[in-house]
């Protein structure tokens, strides 16, 4: 190996090492989202224990907001769901005031899943704002 490529070598091993933790910072689910209809708007923090997650719906779209809809502004509709690994929480989900079992997963730093059975099965992608 020529000096040349080792030195290439450290210094992409230190780049690596050192980008590694932002990389992790960008991938928080923490944040203000919007959902991929633009019906829903929803905030996402660490809840609990800080691994925990939870989400409020923040606003509704002005084509969805009907007296139901605009009674469920300012609820949790995640209420701390439980990490199963790095980008992913399971637990009680809410869609349109109902209670079903979820999961919500980060794609990428800018897309939220979130995928709820309850009879049938939805998903719905989030894009942060």
Sequence with gaps: ??????????????LA??????LAQDLSPEGRWQSE?????????LCGDGTALC???????????????LALVNTLVVDQAQ???DNSWVGTVYFNGEAAEGEIVLKSADT??????KGLCQTIDFYRL
């Design 17 to 22: 090492l050192f980008a590694a933790p932002v």
């Design 83 to 85: 990490r199963t690994s």
């Design 55 to 69: 989400a409020k719906l923040i606003g509704v779209a002005e084509k969805v907001a009907t007296e139901k809809n």
């Design 112 to 117: 939220i899943s979130v995928h709820g059975c």
């Design 1 to 14: 190996m020529s000096k040349t490529t080792t030195i290439l070598a450290c210094a992409g091993l230190a």
């Design 37 to 45: 209809d633009g019906e829903a708007r929803v905030e996402v923090t």
